[in-house]
Structures are given as C-alpha cells and as structure tokens.
C-alpha cells in the first residue's frame, strides 16, 4: 500500500482531482495536511476596518521585502490605532531617521519611530537608523533569523510542522545562543538567545 503526503490542497476541486490521479496510479492511501474549502472573505472598506481586531500585544506576520510589496495603508492605520506591544515577523523593519540626512520613515519604520513595535523577528535590520537607536538603547526586543529559515519557519508553522533542521548558521551565535535579543538601559545584555537544539544524520 503506497502512501503519498500531500501538503498543500486550498480547493476541493483540486483535491479531488488529486484523489482521481491518484486511483489511476494505484495509490490506495494518502495523507493530506493543511487541506481546507475555499472561505467566505470579508471584504473591508477601509484599512482601519481591517485591522479593527487588532489588539496590544499582538503577533503579526507583515509581507514584502525591503520596501517593496509592503502593506503600507495597513500599517497607517496601525499607526492611527495607536496598537502597542506588537511582535513582528516580516524580512525587515523598513527605514528610519535619526535627522534629516537620514531616509524618510517607510514601511515598518512607521510603527518603529512610534515605539509600538515590542519584540522584531527579522532577517535584516540595518536599513533603519530610529530602530537601531532602540535597540542599543535596551527599548525593544530582536531576534535575528537568516532569510531563508526565517522563510521556512514561516512556511513550516502555516503547514502546521512544529520544527525542522538547517545547517544555516551552524556554530554561530543563532545556534550556540548568546546573541543579545534585548540590551538594557546601560547597554548590557539583559535577554540572550537560547541554544538551538543539534544533531548529525548519517555523519
């Protein structure tokens, strides 16, 4: 009896065009994770209705990369809403000015030069000035991810995969621990990254 994962299906239709190929190949049984009917969306008018159930404290996970394919009225109107505590899980943290030689606040840097932005969990940071001033000066929380785990851990988490293994940054700080998350008032670790679980396959 032959078993085939199928991991993403978001129609039925497809779903059971896939059960018809697979009873012309045979396959008898097979497993499907994340599968689900097409949704009744929602459709809002307004960007402050669409986040509108948006609380403190919240996790959100924002598209784009750099300052390209970001949800720019999403995040104004997050800034209207006035939201605080957030964690954010996007490539970056847009861009931000300390004076005026600086670039203009875009994208994230929305939130981070109103301090609404709590802990970011990003690959790439360096593009805004406000937001490393923050972070050296112990006000929010990070933790660095290199690109293409940050892109697993986001795909694995929608799949529902509670954990998987790379060899990105294999004896680095990110695996070994130690890497300042959050500095405090005079510029001392306060909060380190935690060790990553090893482990060697076939040598």
């Known amino acids: 009896m032959a078993t085939v994962c199928k991991r993403f ?5 497809t779903l059971q065009a896939t059960k018809s190929i ?39 996970l924002v598209g784009g990369f ?8 999403l995040i104004k109107a997050l800034k209207i809403k006035e939201v605080k505590d957030l964690t954010v899980i996007s490539n970056n943290v847009g861009s931000g000015k300390i004076n005026d030689h600086d670039d203009p606040h875009h994208g994230l840097g929305i939130l981070a030069q109103s301090h609404q932005i709590k802990k970011m ?5 360096g593009g ?13 929380e990070l933790e660095l991810t290199p690109q293409g785990t940050l892109a697993e851990r986001i795909r694995a988490g929608g799949a529902g ?3 998987f293994y790379t060899p990105t940054a294999y004896g680095t700080l ?3 621990g130690g890497a300042p998350v959050k500095y405090n008032k ?8 935690k060790s990553k679980e090893s482990r060697s396959f076939d040598g």
Do not use: W
């Open 128 to 140: 805004n000035k406000e937001f490393e001033r923050q972070f050296l000066a112990g006000e929010l």
């Open 161 to 163: 995969i509670p954990a």
């Open 66 to 73: 750099g300052l390209c394919g970001i949800p720019v009225n």
């Open 174 to 176: 990110i695996h070994k």
């Open 9 to 13: 299906c978001r129609e039925r239709a």
């Open 22 to 60: 697979f009873g012309v190949l045979g396959v008898t049984q097979y497993r499907g994770f994340s599968l689900s009917a097409i949704q009744n969306v929602k459709r809002c008018e307004t960007p402050l209705e669409a986040v509108r159930d948006i609380t403190d404290g919240s996790k959100l």
């Open 186 to 193: 005079k510029g001392e670790i306060e909060i380190s990254s």
């Open 121 to 125: 969990i990003a690959s790439f940071v």
